[in-house]
């Protein structure tokens, strides 16, 4: 059965912080424009490749990535709350045949997501559990990471395992582009900021809302051209696109974690889960084509803001 992809930016700020009309606007027609991709597709399972901001993955242990075999979302930004409907025993035949390939994946009976996983999915079919998904977290924020080539034969085994199945089945990943917002780095983390990136499993309200107000602050202030964090990188942006459009994953083993930094910004990371999803899809399908693509950089979200679909 066809695997298809949609690759998309998220952000916690979507539907909070108010865009100029034009920019809302191209948005707004991009973002039906990836949901009718999906709804059109209408797949029978959801494979999602997806970051966490500190919800759900601590300093306690970090994976570079790990799956799923039972998943929750946390909430936070007003996303969705509740259960993931996770087939457990897909989850664990993926999980298997990825480490026989000779990946050393983690694993989560009991994973916890938030908005970056299930932004998408909530935006395209209006529900969390509307279809079966099966949640792959790639680390996009938390030092140190693997080599970028470790993250696309990930993607590759996953893409072998899902080739020759019978479901149509929709790879998301969701994540990037280029954005520098106000997540702390332990090396240069005060004792409070530590404390949260070691272990901050269930915030208290008001230490969530705190910490979300302080994001939501910043992206007003970035936009107001008042912030002092690394600009968006629009040219980056595109190229790194126009690699995963050319059907060669090869070409993501180029890119280097000190120089995305320093290019790109601390979160850039998140393009991570791309890079493993259309692996995934190069595997499966080694001539797809990418039938849709979206960008804008939206400082009001603190984001180069990019769209893809492929099948």
């Not at 929709?170 to 005060?190: K, R």
């Not at 850039?268 to 797809?288: D, N, Q």
Request: hydrophobic share 40%; proline share 7%; charged share 25%.
């Amino acid at each position: 059965m066809p695997i298809a992809l949609l690759a998309m930016s998220h952000s916690p700020l979507l539907g909070i912080n108010e865009l100029p009309k034009d920019a809302e606007q191209s948005l707004r027609a991009a973002l039906k424009s990836a949901k009718d991709f999906a709804r059109d597709f209408d797949p029978d399972l959801i494979v999602t490749f997806a970051p966490d901001h500190y919800n759900g993955f601590f300093y306690d242990l970090m994976p570079p990535y790990c799956i799923g075999y039972k998943a929750r979302s946390v909430g936070d930004y007003n996303s969705q709350e509740g259960e993931l409907d996770v087939p457990t025993e897909l989850a664990e035949e993926m999980a298997q045949f990825v480490i026989d390939k000779g990946i050393d994946i983690a694993i989560s009976r009991k994973m916890e997501v938030d908005h970056g996983a299930v932004q998408p999915a909530e935006i395209v079919f209006g529900d969390i559990a509307a279809r079966k998904t099966v949640p792959v977290y790639v680390n996009g924020l938390a030092r140190p990471f693997v080599p970028m080539q470790r993250v696309r034969l990930m993607g590759e085994a996953i893409g072998e395992f899902l080739k020759d199945r019978d479901e149509k089945i929709l790879l998301i990943a969701s994540g990037g582009l280029s954005h520098d917002p106000p997540v702390p780095q332990w090396v240069t983390a005060n004792e409070e900021q530590r404390a949260l990136l070691l272990d901050g499993r269930n915030p208290t309200p008001e230490a969530r809302n705190a910490r979300q107000e302080r994001v939501i602050n910043t992206a007003k202030a970035f936009a107001a051209g008042q912030a002092d964090i690394q600009d968006l990188n629009p040219e980056w942006d595109k190229e790194f696109m126009k690699v995963c459009a050319s059907g060669t994953p090869e070409l993501f083993d180029q890119y280097q974690a000190d120089e995305m930094d320093k290019l790109a910004g601390h979160s850039s990371h998140e393009v991570r889960t791309w890079v493993a999803a259309f692996s995934a899809l190069a595997a499966a399908h080694p001539e797809y084509a990418v039938d849709y693509q979206f960008y804008e950089p939206i400082k009001e979200y603190i984001a180069g803001f990019g769209i893809m679909t492929a099948s």
